[in-house]
C-alpha cells in the first residue's frame, strides 16, 4: 500500500474575488524510497485529456505498492481549465511558454514561477501530459533525454525534436526548468483531444503511465512489451488557410499517407463550396493530428500534422 496520500496547495498570489490562487499536488509517498515522478496535465486549459486520466490513475495508485514517490498535478492551470481555453483568461499568456516565470509578473508568469520553485524542482522524471485540444485529436510521444522511458508509455509514433529547433520553439517551456536546469528526465506526452468519446485514449493514457511506472520500478508488474514503433525527426503542421468546414479526408493517426492524397477540405456552411483542399506535405508521411469530425475551423487552427517517414527510423 502507498504509506501516505497527501493534498498540497500552496499559494502564490490572491485573485480579484478573494479567493487564493493555490498549485493542487497530490503527493503519493511509497514505502519504500525510489525517484520522485511527477504527472502533470492542462498546462493548456483545453487539454483535458490527461486530467481525466491522471484522475483515474490516482484511484489505481492509492491501492498500489509504491517505490519512490509521486506527485500529481492534475490541473497545471486551473483559470484555462474552467474555461476550457488553451491560455490563461487573465492575461492570454501561455503558460507552456512563460517559464522559469516571475514572482512579480503577471498572472500566468507568477503561476509560471510557483510551479517551476513548488513542483518542478521536486521531481526526478517529469510525464507531461497534452492531448489535441477540443478539436484536433493526436497521438504521439516526445523523446527528449529518456528515450526508454518514451517507449514505454506504449505508443506507436515518436517525434524526437531536432537539436537548435528545440531551442527556439520549446522556449520557455517546463523543460527549461526540468531538464534544462535541473537534469530532470522529461516525456511529453501527445495523446486524445476531438469532439469524440476520450475514453479510449485515456485508457490509453492510464496504462502507458502504469507502464512508464513499472519501467521506473516504482510500481511492481512486468513491463509490457512496446509495439512496433516509429520515430519520426520531421514534424508538420498544416493550417487551414480559410475559415469553414473542415472535412477530413486522411487515415487514422498512426497510419501512413503518401504525397497527393488530401488530408482534408475546407467547404463553405454557407454556399456548400469547397474553398480549400489540403495535401499532405511529404511523399511519405505518418498522421500524428487530424479532425475527426467535420468542425468548423476559423483561418489558421490547428488542422493536421503529418510526420516524415523519409527520414523516420524504428
Ligand atoms: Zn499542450
Known amino acids: ?42 498546462i493548456h486549459g483545453n487539454e483535458n485529456t490527461g486530467s481525466q486520466a491522471i484522475l483515474e490513475l490516482f484511484r489505481i495508485l492509492q491501492n498500489q505498492k509504491l517505490k519512490g514517490r509521486i506527485l500529481l498535478l492534475p490541473v497545471a492551470n486551473p483559470r484555462a481549465f474552467a474555461v476550457n481555453h488553451r491560455f490563461t483568461p487573465l492575461d492570454e499568456l501561455n503558460l507552456n511558454r512563460e517559464f522559469p516565470g516571475d514572482d512579480r509578473g503577471t498572472y500566468t508568469q507568477q503561476l509560471a514561477y510557483a510551479l517551476a520553485n513548488g513542483y518542478l524542482d521536486q ?38 525534436p531536432v537539436q537548435g529547433k528545440a531551442g527556439t520553439v520549446y522556449a520557455g517551456t517546463t523543460k527549461s526548468v526540468t531538464m534544462d536546469k535541473h537534469g530532470t528526465k522529461v516525456v511529453t506526452i501527445e495523446l486524445g483531444g476531438g469532439i469524440v468519446d476520450q475514453t479510449p485514449y485515456v485508457e490509453r493514457t492510464v496504462n502507458g503511465l502504469l507502464n512508464q511506472l513499472r519501467y521506473l520500478g516504482v510500481i511492481e508488474g512486468d513491463v509490457q512489451p512496446n509495439p512496433k514503433q516509429i520515430v519520426v525527426n520531421e514534424l508538420v503542421g498544416i493550417r487551414p488557410k480559410h475559415g469553414g468546414w473542415l472535412e477530413p479526408l486522411c487515415p487514422a493517426n498512426g497510419e501512413a499517407i503518401t504525397g497527393g492524397q488530401l488530408l482534408g477540405r475546407v467547404v463553405s456552411p454557407y454556399n456548400f463550396e469547397t474553398i480549400e483542399e489540403i495535401p499532405t506535405p511529404f511523399p511519405n508521411g505518418i498522421m500524428i493530428m487530424q479532425h475527426l469530425t467535420r468542425n468548423l475551423v476559423e483561418a489558421g487552427d490547428y488542422g493536421f500534422m503529418v510526420g516524415n517517414l523519409e527520414s523516420a527510423t524504428d
Open 123 to 160: 521531481i526526478d522524471y517529469h510525464l507531461d501530459l497534452h492531448s489535441g485540444t477540443d478539436r484536433p485529436t493526436v497521438d504521439y510521444v516526445y523523446i527528449w533525454n529518456d528515450e526508454g522511458l518514451s517507449r514505454a508509455f506504449g505508443s506507436k509514433c515518436h517525434y524526437r
Open 1 to 42: 500500500m502507498v504509506k501516505s496520500i497527501q493534498q498540497h496547495r500552496p499559494k502564490f498570489t490572491t485573485h480579484a474575488d478573494g479567493s487564493d490562487a493555490v498549485l493542487f499536488i497530490h503527493e503519493l509517498v511509497g514505502e519504500e524510497d525510489g525517484p520522485t515522478i511527477g504527472i502533470s496535465a492542462s
